[in-house]
Nanobody
Framework: QVQLVESGGGSVQPGGSLRLSCAAS?????????MSWYRQAPGQQRELVAT???????TYLESVKGRFTIARDNAENTGYLQMNDLKSEDTAVYYC???????????WGQGTQVVVSS
């Protein structure tokens, strides 16, 4: 059973930075096609923020382009989300998720809270 543990969240002022980490266990790195970060703000639906696939190709939510960078360490089964120039609208619980080559998504982790406020 795949388990994901997100970490690195916290409270920052607008313009600040955070680096989120996602540690995956129970999954062989070779079985993972992509890793994604999602977020869910209070009262909002969960939305896809960024994805990185096996080739290293990345996609981003339009509102985070140029500010967020997704990365993964295949050998360590770990993913990262570097978030710069944070804005109040980035406040949310952030989750990572893996997708296998067969299109099966991993269970959700517990998420990590990000609060951007002055």
């Amino acid at each position: 059973q795949v388990q994901l543990v997100e970490s690195g969240g916290g409270s920052v002022q607008p313009g600040g930075s955070l680096r989120l980490s996602c540690a995956a266990s129970g999954a062989a790195g070779s079985a993972i096609y992509s890793m994604s970060w999602y977020r869910q703000a209070p009262g909002q639906q969960r939305e896809l923020v960024a994805t990185i696939d096996k080739t290293g190709a990345t996609t981003y939510l339009e509102s985070v382009k140029g500010r967020f960078t997704i990365a993964r360490d295949n050998a360590e089964n770990t993913g990262y989300l570097q978030m710069n120039d944070l804005k109040s609208e980035d406040t949310a619980v952030y989750y990572c998720r893996l997708r296998s080559w067969s299109g099966v998504d991993s269970p959700w982790g517990q998420g990590t809270q990000v609060v951007v406020s002055s």
